[in-house]
């Protein structure tokens, strides 16, 4: 007999959360309302014995647990939580942390708040009136806490105008939002545990509501908060700012600027170093230095995710030879402007220098940095499971 198809499916990802599988699961049972169909999908991270444990816990449980284990932890826990999505078979997705500082009592209540106002994203925050952070464990993390909702929300005014927490692990979503938005451009591609920020800001979810909730103590295990971590962060919202090519030319334009520092930096050394060496070779070997910055900033930063067009070293040439072709170009280009169009200097500079930007922007973004339409991250087939819904079903909650 085919099994029915679940209401909701709970995606948990986890990293050595061993000691805290058996209570999350007893809470998530207990929680379930009558006649609603629930299943439990780990996208697992761990190098310890979690793995034995959740096989030993599902054989129990009133409702499927689905366990996938990955050998890459590529994306981090944002990663695992988008492989979570590909094998949730629900319209309703809720994520939810394995450490028991997100109440598993809460993940129907985030659903009844989506069915009733019709939202595509239901966050449980930490912040919206009524709740309470007092979990997060003393005043540092607080601080990061709060000073990353507040960076990411001056970077992404719109897209999170609607959220008081949106660095909140613990949300309902829609499938139709994720479906939209692993068709659009190159779908989800999370780096570190954020994910619903990814969400908000890439899916543009139709209509966002919260829920307030007391953001509690980890039950067992180690915190997943990290310095790395924190770098993975600024990272990841660097690379969501620069999705839009205008906000790319920007960046591009600032980082371009900031190389003079080294540039000048070594020219300097080089003509206290070595007084009897010429400036123009003295300028050339500092320009490169300005290009290895700017290269190494753009490269991790700004075009982390099309990286895999082309080799490190390719690419670092290429880069270097469009900038060096860039000092070249500008002089007789603003030479020729002089002469031929009759402009003075300082306006032909500016000209000259606006054009050989922006063709060094589009040699690099579109060419060197292409984005390959189509390579979304797609649903990934797990043999046995079942296929996903296409239809909403009806509210489960009644």
């Not at 809460?106 to 019709?118: K, M, N, Q, W, Y």
């Not at 999370?190 to 509690?216: D, N």
Request: proline letters at 7%; aromatic letters at 8%.
């Amino acid at each position: 007999m085919t099994a029915l198809p679940a209401h909701v499916s709970i995606v948990v990802p986890t990293f050595n959360e061993a000691d805290n599988i058996h209570a999350l699961l007893t809470r998530i049972a207990a929680a379930v309302p009558d006649g609603v169909r629930a299943e439990v999908v780990f996208a697992d991270d761990s190098t310890d014995h979690t793995c034995a444990v959740i096989e030993e816990e599902a054989a129990h449980c009133p409702f499927p647990v689905v366990l996938h284990h990955r050998t890459e932890p590529a994306g981090g826990l944002g990663g695992a939580v988008v492989e979570g999505f590909a094998r949730a078979t629900a319209p309703w997705i809720v994520v939810i942390d394995a450490d028991l500082q997100h109440p598993p009592e809460l993940v129907f209540e985030l659903i009844g708040r989506g069915e009733s106002t019709g939202a595509e994203l239901v966050v449980a925050s930490r912040y919206a009136a009524g709740g309470d952070h007092g979990g997060l464990a003393g005043g540092y993390r607080k601080l990061v806490s709060r000073s990353s909702t507040l960076l990411a929300k001056s970077l992404f005014p719109r897209a999170l105008s609607g959220l008081t927490d949106p660095m909140s692990g613990f949300f309902a979503v829609r499938r139709t939002a994720v479906d939209r938005a692993a068709r659009e451009d190159e779908g989800l591609q999370p780096l570190g545990y954020k994910i619903l920020l990814e969400l908000a800001v890439r899916c543009r979810p139709r209509g966002v509501a919260e829920v307030p909730y007391a953001f509690g103590e980890r039950h067992a295990g180690a915190s997943k908060s990290t310095a790395k971590e924190g770098m993975r962060f600024l990272r990841h919202l660097i690379t969501l700012r620069t999705a839009d090519p205008r906000a790319r030319a920007v960046v591009f334009g600032l980082i371009g600027l900031s190389g003079f520092v080294p540039n000048l930096a070594l020219l300097w050394l080089l003509t206290v170093a070595s007084p009897e060496l010429p400036y123009a070779p003295a300028e050339i070997i500092a320009n490169q230095a300005g290009l290895l910055w700017n290269f190494a900033l753009i490269d991790s930063f700004v075009y982390r995710n099309q990286r895999r067009h082309h080799r490190r070293t390719v690419r670092l040439l290429t880069f270097a030879a469009v900038g060096n072709a860039d000092l070249v170009a500008r002089i007789p280009l603003a030479a020729l402007l002089i002469a031929g169009a009759g402009m003075t200097a300082l306006p032909a500079t500016a000209l000259s220098m606006a054009i050989v930007f922006t063709a060094r922007f589009l040699v690099v973004d579109r060419w060197l940095y292409r984005r390959l339409r189509g390579r979304a991250t797609a649903p990934v087939a797990v043999p046995g499971a079942t296929e996903p819904v296409p239809e909403p079903v009806p509210d489960p909650l009644g």
